[in-house]
């Protein structure tokens, strides 16, 4: 049964850090882009950021270059996203993707909500 867990939302103020984790079951991690994504209130989902199987990272919103990050551990089957200096804009609901090119293989998370305000 394939699962991907994200968890490390929450409240944060403007500023603030938060770093979300996502760990995948059920199938082989390690041949998986993963991806995470946002969706806003009344708007639609976004790519924020992706790593390859190769540990290439492409940043996909481009008001989060040089403040998010994301990163893989193979061996604990987990992305994550390191967000710094958090903006309010930032808010949403943040979801974890893991896509298989050859295969089209495509998963998602329930997602974790992160809400930046004072």
């Known amino acids: 049964q394939v699962q991907l867990v994200e968890s490390g939302g929450g409240l944060v103020q403007p500023g603030g850090s938060l770093r979300l984790s996502c760990v995948a079951s059920?199938?082989?991690?390690?041949?998986?882009?993963m991806s995470w994504y946002r969706q806003a209130p009344g708007k639609g989902r976004e790519l924020v950021a992706s790593?390859?199987?190769?540990?290439?990272?492409?940043n996909g919103a481009g008001s989060v270059k040089g403040r998010f990050t994301i990163s893989r551990d193979n061996a604990k089957n987990t992305v994550y996203l390191q967000m710094n200096s958090l903006k309010p804009e930032d808010s949403g609901v943040y979801s974890c993707?893991?896509?298989?090119?050859?295969?089209?293989?495509?998963?998602w998370g329930q997602g974790t909500q992160v809400t930046v305000s004072s």
């Open positions: 059920g199938f082989t991690f390690s041949q998986y882009t």
């Open positions: 790593i390859s199987i190769y540990g290439g990272t492409t």
């Open positions: 993707n893991a896509f298989r090119a050859t295969t089209l293989s495509n998963y």
